[in-house]
């Protein structure tokens, strides 16, 4: 238990509440609020500003220092020097796999991606111009139905089977949704490719010709998943284990993340920040939209700056500007007028005394939306790419919570409506 404690002394009650508190192996010591209860007492912090709900080892967030550790490795040295696929491996198992380890985990991935052919029949109940998110939150629910019955969610073989059917069929699902939306075939997956190669090959392939996808892309969307893949207690994450508290199905609990990441504030900003960059329209226009994004009564926010706990830099957001700056060089529109724009949006709100003093600095969403734009996906795909990434966070984490110690999510409120009153039959109301 905690050598550590503090004192509550609350008026009315006349014994001080000794607290104890806990320290993890980075960042702040936490109060342990549990016994306020017996003493008729809740904590109130919307929003969660500063709850910590849950014990973790996946990732780390020094957001005043801008840290962003998957299991202590930063995520810029992953970036550079790992894929997508071995970072899953990290997240999911703890440590960075062998070469074996690596192979045998590329190759399971691969023999998950196909999907069952029933689930094409899904995608048919959806107009064409569904938006892709609803649709994917939708077959990755239906999802449940193919496994319910042979998901025990307290089998650790399962938990590690019900992974690597996410982690893998989640792009073959996200091209499907794109595909439909434009009335084209499905493509099926090609094992033969690496995981980001294939999801381009089925999102851009078409059986009437081969395609062929080129590595620089493959390698910045390779990456764009990485950068993507986990991020601590995000709003997502904290509705995965919300819904997993309760023991169901993992495919359930990750649709449930989905539909959280869909939210403008959340996930959907990369889909906002391009809508915005092309509202803007020019670099002369910036100082207009600068200025509604500091008025009160504007409810305009500057999409993709801003962050619940980073109050320094996004290092996500450094690297996507990096992989930015290389895909558009690749393909020889440095001069792409939107990332121009982009830079200068970032100049100018990095050195306005509003965004300086509420520490609002370029997030992860501020670039990769550029990236996905140059590479030829559609920005209502964007969150959908985001989704795709972040899976192996929202099943790394449901894992954790459900093979350890855990009980349902269930939080309390500060209830401000009537008081009890009895029922007035409708022929004496007023
Ligand atoms: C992601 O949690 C995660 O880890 C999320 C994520 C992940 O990987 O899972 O990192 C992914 O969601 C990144 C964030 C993407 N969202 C956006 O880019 C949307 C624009 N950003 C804002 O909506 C906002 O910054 C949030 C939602 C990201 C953070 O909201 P907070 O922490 O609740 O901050 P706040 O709303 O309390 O803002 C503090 C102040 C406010 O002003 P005051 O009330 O103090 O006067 O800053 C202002 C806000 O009005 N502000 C902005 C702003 N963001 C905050 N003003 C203008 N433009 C903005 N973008």
Wanted: charged share 25%; aromatic share 10%.
């Amino acid at each position: 238990m905690s050598d550590k404690h503090a004192t509550l002394k609350v008026d009315g009650i006349e014994d001080a509440i000794e607290l104890p508190v806990y320290s993890g192996t980075l960042g702040p010591d936490v109060v342990d609020v549990g016994a306020l209860t017996g003493k008729g007492l809740f904590t109130y912090d919307p929003g969660f500003v500063s709850t910590a709900a849950c014990t973790s080892e996946i990732t780390y967030i020094d957001g005043a220092e801008g840290v962003l550790l998957h299991r202590g490795y930063p995520i810029d040295q992953l970036a550079e020097q790992s894929d997508y696929l071995e970072t899953c491996y990290l997240l999911l198992y703890g440590e960075l796999p062998s070469a074996e380890q690596k192979r045998k985990f590329e190759n399971t991935v691969k023999r998950h991606t196909m999907v069952h052919e029933q689930i094409r029949t899904f995608f048919n109940g959806f107009r064409r111009d569904a938006h892709p998110m609803a649709v994917l939150c939708g077959v990755v629910g239906a999802l449940s139905a193919f496994y319910h019955d042979s998901l025990d969610i307290a089998d650790e073989h399962h938990r590690e089977v019900a992974a690597f059917r996410l982690i893998a069929k989640m792009p073959t699902l996200a091209a499907m949704s794109y595909k439909f939306s434009i009335g084209q075939p499905f493509m099926y997956p090609d094992n033969s490719l690496g995981y980001a190669e294939n999801f381009l090959h089925m999102m851009f392939g078409n059986p009437c010709e081969p395609s062929k996808v080129n590595p620089v892309l493959a390698r910045a969307m390779d990456r764009i998943f990485l950068l993507h893949a986990d991020h601590e207690q995000n709003a997502s994450t904290s509705t995965v284990r919300l819904a997993g508290s309760s023991g169901a199905n993992p495919f359930a609990c990750i649709a449930a993340g989905i539909a959280a990441l869909w939210g403008p504030s959340h996930g959907g900003a990369n889909e906002a920040v391009l809508e915005m960059l092309e509202e803007i329209g020019d670099v002369s226009r910036i100082d207009e939209f600068v200025a509604r994004a500091k008025d009160k009564n504007d409810p305009f926010r500057l999409m993709g700056f801003g962050h619940r706990v980073y109050k320094n830099f996004d290092p996500r957001a450094k690297v996507m500007k990096e992989a930015a700056d290389e895909v558009l060089a690749e393909l020889g529109i440095e001069n792409e007028p939107l990332l121009a724009i982009a830079k200068r949006l970032e100049e100018i709100a990095l050195n306005d005394e509003y965004f300086v003093e509420k520490k609002l600095y370029p997030n992860v969403d501020f670039y990769s939306g550029i990236i996905l734009k140059a590479i030829g996906i559609p920005t209502s795909m964007f969150t959908v790419i985001f989704a795709v990434g972040r899976t192996v966070g929202w099943i790394a984490h449901w894992h954790e919570m459900i093979s350890g110690n855990y009980r349902i999510g269930r939080p309390r409120q500060l209830y401000t409506g009537h008081p009890k009153r009895d029922f007035v039959p409708v022929d004496q109301r007023g």
